[in-house]
C-alpha cells in the first residue's frame, strides 16, 4: 500500500500525526520504522524515555509526593547503556524538562552512578542533541547537566542556579560547548556576578547568534559588543546603568566597532532612565534594524525626550527599520493634571531622519504628542516606507491637533501603512472629501477617544479614502476620561462600514 509512497515524504507523513497515531505507524509499516522512531524520540520531556530502556532491576522506586523517585539498587555497567546508546539516543535532538514539576526523578547517587559509568564524557547519554530547555531544574540533577548536553549543543535555556554548586556545573557546560548559537537564562533573580562570570569568562561565544538574560553590567556589555554573530539580544529585567554622557548635554559618540552583527535589540527596564546608557554604548555606525523598549513605571516628558533624541543620536538610518517605546500602560494609573502644561507636547521630529521606518510604536499613556503641520508633513514625507504607525497618547481632554486633513496628508505619503492607531480630530469631516491618491490599502485604524460629531460622514470619508479597511479598534473603551457618547458614535460607524 505504502510501497510507492516517496521515502522523502514519508517523514512529513509522520510527523503531523499525534503520539498514538504514530506509534500505530510505526507498528504497521515496515517503511515507517526507522523514521518514525526518529520522530517519536526527537523531542522528549522527561528522563522516563531513558529510564525505561535501561534494566529494571538498577533501581528502587519509591513514591513521592506526585510521583516516583529512582534510586541505585545495584553497580551500573557499561552493558546496561546498550539497548538505549544503539538504537534510541542517537534520534534525540530536543530535551525539555522542568524537573521542578517532574513527576519522575533521580536521586543524586543514580546521578553520580551514570556520570562514572559513562566516563564524563559531556553528553554521553545525548550525543546528538540540539537543544535544550531546562526550566527550574532544582535539586542535585542540576549539578549533574554536563553528563546530558554534549559539546555540539546549538540551543540552551537554563533557570538561574541555586546554590555555588549548580554555577560550578554551568561554568563547565559554558566552557565545553563550542557551538552555541542561543542562550537563554530565564531566572530574573539570577547572581549578577554569575551571569557576569558565565558571559564574559566561561561562555565560548564566538558563534553565539540569539541571546536572552535579565540584565547585563557594562562589563558584560562591552565583552557581548566583540561577539562577532550575536543578531538578537532581549534584556527583560535591565537595571540602570550609568549614562556615558548626560543628557542634553554635547553627546559622546564611540567611534569603535561595536555588536558588529546586532540587528535585534529587546529591553524591559523599571524606569525609562535606566536605558539611556545601554542606547548610548552604540556606535552610531552599527546594524541595529529593531528596538523594543518596554518599562513598568511612567515615564516623565524629560525621560521620553531624551530617549528619543538618543536613539537619533546612536541609531543607524542606513538600517534602523522597527522602533517600539511602551512605557506603563496601565492607563488607570495616570491622572490627568487640573492644571496641565500645553507646551509639554513631546516631540519626535529626531526619529524622522530614520527614512527606512516600517514600524513606529510608541505609547504614552501619561503626554501627549506634538503634531503640528510641519511635523506632519515630515512624517509623510520622511516615513514613506512605514507600515504599521501606533502612537498611543494620553486619554486626555485635550482636543487633538491632528484632523482628518493631516490623516490624508499621512496616508497620501505612506502607500504601504496598513495598521494605525492615531488620536484625531475627526468632528469637522463633511464626508464628501475627494482623494487625492490611489485607493489606500490601510486595513487597520485604532481611534483612541478621537472627537467625532457624524458618524455617517465620517463613515463615508472612511470608505472613500480607505476602502481595505476592515478594523476599526476602540482603544481605551472603559478609559474614566473615555466619552461613552464619543466612542458610541465610533462604534456607529463601525456598524456603518460593516467593520470589527
Not at 509639554?344 to 504628542?369: A, K, N, Q
Request: charged share 20%; proline share 9%; with cysteine.
Amino acid at each position: 500500500m505504502f510501497d510507492s509512497v516517496s521515502p522523502d515524504i514519508i517523514p512529513l507523513i509522520l510527523q503531523n500525526l499525534d503520539r498514538k497515531s504514530l506509534l500505530a505507524a510505526i507498528l504497521t509499516e515496515r517503511r515507517f520504522a526507522e523514521p518514525g522512531l526518529n520522530q517519536l524520540w526527537r523531542d522528549i520531556d522527561s528522563f522516563q524515555p531513558l529510564v525505561s530502556c535501561l534494566p529494571g532491576d538498577l533501581f528502587i522506586v519509591r513514591p513521592f509526593p506526585g510521583g516516583r523517585l529512582y534510586d541505585l539498587k545495584r553497580p551500573v555497567e557499561l552493558s546496561d547503556f546498550r539497548r538505549y546508546r544503539d538504537q534510541y539516543a542517537f534520534r534525540i535532538r530536543t530535551l525539555r524538562v522542568n524537573y521542578a514539576a517532574a513527576t519522575m526523578k533521580m536521586t543524586g547517587e543514580l546521578l553520580l552512578a551514570l556520570h562514572f559509568a559513562t566516563s564524563h564524557i559531556p553528553g554521553a547519554l545525548f550525543p546528538r542533541l540540539r537543544e535544550v530547555r531546562w526550566a527550574s531544574p532544582g535539586g542535585s540533577v542540576s549539578s549533574h547537566l554536563p553528563l546530558f548536553l554534549p559539546p555540539t549543543l546549538s540551543s540552551l535555556l537554563f533557570y538561574g542556579p541555586q546554590g555555588p554548586l549548580q554555577e560550578t556545573s554551568l561554568h563547565v557546560i559554558a566552557q565545553r560547548v563550542t557551538s552555541l548559537q542561543s542562550l537563554c537564562i530565564s531566572s530574573p533573580d539570577a547572581n549578577p556576578l554569575f551571569i557576569e562570570k558565565f558571559i564574559t569568562k566561561s561562555l565560548q561565544g564566538h558563534n553565539l547568534q540569539k541571546l536572552e538574560m535579565p540584565y547585563a553590567s557594562m562589563v558584560t556589555l562591552q565583552h557581548l559588543s566583540t561577539l562577532p554573530q550575536l543578531e538578537a539580544m532581549h534584556l527583560f529585567e535591565q537595571f540602570s546603568l550609568p549614562c556615558i554622557y548626560p543628557p542634553g548635554e554635547p553627546p559622546i559618540l564611540p567611534t569603535e566597532d561595536r555588536f558588529p552583527a546586532l540587528k535585534a535589540l529587546e529591553i524591559r527596564a523599571e524606569r525609562l532612565s535606566d536605558l539611556l546608557g545601554i542606547i548610548q554604548f552604540f556606535p552610531p555606525r552599527n546594524c541595529l534594524q529593531s528596538l523594543s523598549i518596554d518599562t513598568d513605571e511612567l515615564a516623565t516628558f524629560t525621560e521620553i525626550q531624551d530617549v528619543i533624541s538618543t536613539i537619533a543620536l546612536h541609531l543607524n538610518p542606513s538600517t534602523f527599520q522597527n522602533l517600539n517605546l511602551v512605557t506603563n500602560t496601565n492607563r488607570d494609573g495616570y491622572n490627568e493634571p487640573l492644571d496641565r502644561t500645553p507646551d509639554e507636547l513631546v516631540d519626535i521630529s529626531p526619529l524622522f531622519r530614520f527614512g527606512l521606518l516600517r514600524t513606529c510604536r510608541l505609547e504614552l499613556p501619561s503626554h501627549d504628542i506634538s503634531f503640528s503641520q510641519d511635523h506632519i508633513t515630515q512624517m509623510a514625507t520622511s516615513w514613506t516606507r512605514m507600515e504599521a504607525l501606533i502612537l498611543q497618547e494620553a486619554v486626555s481632554t485635550r482636543t487633538p491637533t491632528l484632523d482628518h486633513r493631516g490623516i490624508v496628508e499621512l496616508l497620501a505619503g505612506m502607500p504601504a501603512l496598513r495598521e494605525v492607531c492615531l488620536r484625531f480630530d475627526a468632528s469637522r469631516i463633511q464626508g464628501n472629501e475627494t482623494p487625492t491618491f490611489a485607493p489606500h490599502g490601510l486595513s487597520s485604524m485604532t481611534i483612541c477617544q478621537s472627537p467625532i460629531q457624524s458618524p455617517s460622514r465620517v463613515a463615508q470619508f472612511l470608505a472613500a479614502h480607505c476602502p481595505s479597511l476592515r478594523k476599526l479598534p476602540r482603544a481605551y473603551v472603559e478609559h474614566k476620561y473615555a466619552a461613552p457618547l464619543v466612542m458610541d458614535r465610533w462604534i456607529e460607524v463601525a456598524r456603518l462600514l460593516a467593520l470589527r
